[in-house]
């Protein structure tokens, strides 16, 4: 039906707006398998889709509905950008996907998508798994291609409630949840052994930091069960992992086909699944083919531990502070859900730090503050004490299952 239509031609950009449903699926398979270059949205960035299609040149969005209604209608785009001109030139499949990272600007990757796909002729183990990411999310792409690659079995949830996702665990005997440590602190905060959730095999855990004391309670929460660190970015896909131990940051990052290296403490990946570039970006790329991911790394032997984005670091009048530090030290204080470390301007330093806490207690600002000031004054300088602090009444969760400093 597809290659029929005029406007899902070979090399037409085909903005795709759905969430997870059978359809949604086979018309991202037919559309790559047609030659079109897909743009991935989800129905949940209404504000944002206008901008969205012009940045992506599309001609024709697909837009399948809640209840896998699809309506195709005319955008008019016409393509000029040279990434996109290439590969409809040549007629060969692509994928565009937005990507905000911590900073919050929207920045537009686009992959040939035979070269990203091609991981995914190998089949791995038959799963039962939960797509948590969003169907516009390159760890969401990776599960479904990795789910059907397989032959193994996807369970759709209508949201993503912790007990919405536990009762599903229960009901279909899920054994891998691929998910966000902001989740976690939410389902430690549900009723979630209330459930059976013995099928559980695997919680793979990404898209942002894990806290350190997070780790620990989901290891003595969840005993036996693995919890594996995922490595990925929408420029190069989701990389092949292997943690040091159950509870431990430290990790070796590669895969077939997958070189990495450190320059001057920060990672830098080469990989044939890179991307081609960004539309809306300069190249991030080195001349010799390295990706500079911006995360700042330490390194022991073969393994290394993510400090966080070098954009995230905090620089107080010529002194580096890691927002992962101070927040692994608040968050060990009690009655502490929550905390987001971040800067703000300051005219002497340059920059102060601010912490954005939420709390379980009924405690005041003025008294956490002075609580905080006390706990942190001697395990750290004082130019690393948050000057600045907020109480929070909600999660932090954002509308990508993950916290963003920049909210």
């Not at 795709?16 to 398998?33: F, H, K, N, Q």
């Not at 969003?134 to 209508?158: C, E, K, M, R, Y």
């Amino acid at each position: 039906m597809l290659a029929q239509r005029k406007d899902t031609q070979p090399g037409t950009v085909v903005a795709l707006t759905a969430d997870y449903s059978p359809t949604a699926l086979a018309l991202l398979l037919a559309l790559l398998d047609a030659g079109c270059i897909v743009s991935l949205a989800t129905t949940a960035v209404v504000g944002q889709k206008a901008e969205l299609l012009r940045l992506a040149e599309v001609k024709t969005e697909i837009i399948v509905g809640g209840d896998d209604e699809v309506v195709i209608r005319d955008v008019g785009y016409v393509v000029s950008h040279t990434l996109l001109a290439g590969l409809t030139a040549s007629r060969t499949s692509g994928l565009v996907l937005f990507t905000s990272g911590s900073s919050g600007k929207m920045k537009a990757v686009v992959h040939d998508a035979q070269r990203l796909f091609a991981r995914y002729r190998t089949a791995g183990r038959a799963r039962i798994t939960i797509p948590f990411m969003l169907f516009d999310h390159i760890g969401g792409v990776n599960t479904v291609l990795q789910v059907l690659a397989s032959g193994g079995t996807a369970v759709i949830s209508p949201n993503r409630d912790p007990n919405t996702i536990c009762a599903l665990i229960e009901l279909y005997r899920v054994q891998v949840l691929p998910t966000t440590p902001t989740f976690l602190t939410l389902l430690l905060l549900s009723d979630f052994d209330a459930y059976d959730l013995s099928s559980l095999e695997c919680i793979a855990y990404g898209a942002e930091r894990m806290p350190l004391l997070l780790l620990a309670r989901l290891t003595a929460a969840f005993p036996g069960l693995r919890l594996i660190q995922t490595y990925g970015l929408s420029e190069v896909g989701i990389l092949r992992t292997h943690s040091e131990a159950n509870g431990s940051l430290w990790m070796t990052l590669g895969g077939r086909g997958v070189e990495t290296r450190v320059s001057e403490g920060l990672l830098e990946v080469r990989t044939e699944s890179a991307m081609l570039g960004y539309l809306n970006e300069a190249s991030p790329f080195t001349e010799d083919g390295w990706l500079k991911t911006g995360d700042r790394v330490q390194v022991s032997g073969s393994y290394i531990r993510i400090l966080g984005r070098e954009s995230d670091v905090i620089n107080i009048g010529g002194e580096k502070v890691y927002p992962s530090e101070i927040e692994d030290l608040i968050a060990s204080m009690p009655h502490v859900l929550e905390v987001i470390v971040s800067s703000e301007p300051n005219a002497i330093t340059g920059q102060l730090v601010r912490a954005d806490v939420r709390l379980s207690s009924q405690e005041t600002r003025e008294d956490f503050r002075r609580r905080m000031i006390g706990f942190l004054s001697d395990r750290v300088p004082a130019y690393k004490i948050p000057q600045r602090v907020t109480l929070a009444t909600r999660s932090f969760q954002g509308s990508r299952l993950k916290r963003r400093r920049s909210e």
